[in-house]
């Protein structure tokens, strides 16, 4: 699924189930050694994702640790997200040389929860998601579509990046365009472009940057 809204350059990989625990790196295990349930599997399975992912660039099996505010640390020389939700794991990786960063997520389709819309998206953001009528659950895309951006951000930036802070405007042919309302030279651009998806009761975002 996540390969459909991304370059050829990227290297992915995704799994609807789980797979055994004992897929983690001894140096991860830390990582969630007081975690329990859903958020133990998600996390085994979104490591393996990564593995597999980037083992389609080339790269050996290795322990991917987690760095600041959460963000995975890829192996030197690739970037790289990884996105979890409840029936979906999945992972994009791409070489360095390629890619300046990438950023994925996975959401159920359907509808945000009441009153959340308007805590992630502006009136004028809200009003145009109005206008695209019915096809599909557009305010959980914008949701989506936001995480994307933050996981290509803070990686560049190493700075939080608020929903207020990006203005998001859906293309119901499978687009978005991000503008960023706040500049970072890390980034080189105010304007990311993006593909979303529908399928399988999922909604999938991504993000490539290329370098
Ligand atoms: C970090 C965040 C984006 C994760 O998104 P999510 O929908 O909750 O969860 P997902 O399953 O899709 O993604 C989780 C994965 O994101 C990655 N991640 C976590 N923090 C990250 C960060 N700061 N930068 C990049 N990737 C990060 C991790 O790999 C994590 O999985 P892991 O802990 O198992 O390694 C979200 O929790 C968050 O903090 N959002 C607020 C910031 C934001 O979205 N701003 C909007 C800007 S327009």
């Known amino acids: 699924m996540i390969e ?11 799994e609807f189930g789980d797979v055994p625990e004992d897929t983690l790196f001894p140096e991860e295990r830390p990582l969630v050694a007081r975690a329990t349930g859903m958020r133990r599997r998600e996390f085994v399975t979104g490591r393996h994702c990564a593995r597999q992912a980037l083992s389609r660039l080339g790269v050996p099996p290795g322990p991917i640790p987690r760095g600041e505010r959460g963000a995975p640390v890829w192996p030197p020389g690739t970037v790289g997200s990884i996105t979890h939700c409840s029936g979906y794991r999945a992972a994009a990786v791409a070489e360095g ?4 960063a990438i950023g994925i997520d996975a959401e159920p389709h359907g509808p945000l929860p009441s009153g959340v819309l308007p805590t992630v998206a502006s009136p004028g953001e809200i009003a145009a998601l109005g206008a695209l009528g019915p096809g599909a659950c557009w305010d959980r895309i914008l949701f989506s579509a936001k995480e994307a951006v933050y996981k290509v951000w803070f990686p560049l930036t190493r700075r939080w990046l608020d929903f207020a802070q990006a203005v998001v405007e859906i293309d119901p042919d499978g687009g978005f365009t991000a503008s960023l309302l706040v500049a970072d030279p890390a980034m080189g651009t105010r304007t990311l472009g993006g593909r979303w998806l529908v399928s399988d009761g999922l909604v999938a975002t991504a993000i490539a940057l290329p370098r």
């Open 4 to 14: 459909r809204i991304l370059p050829e350059w990227a290297a992915t990989a995704e």
């Open 97 to 100: 040389r390629v890619a300046a």
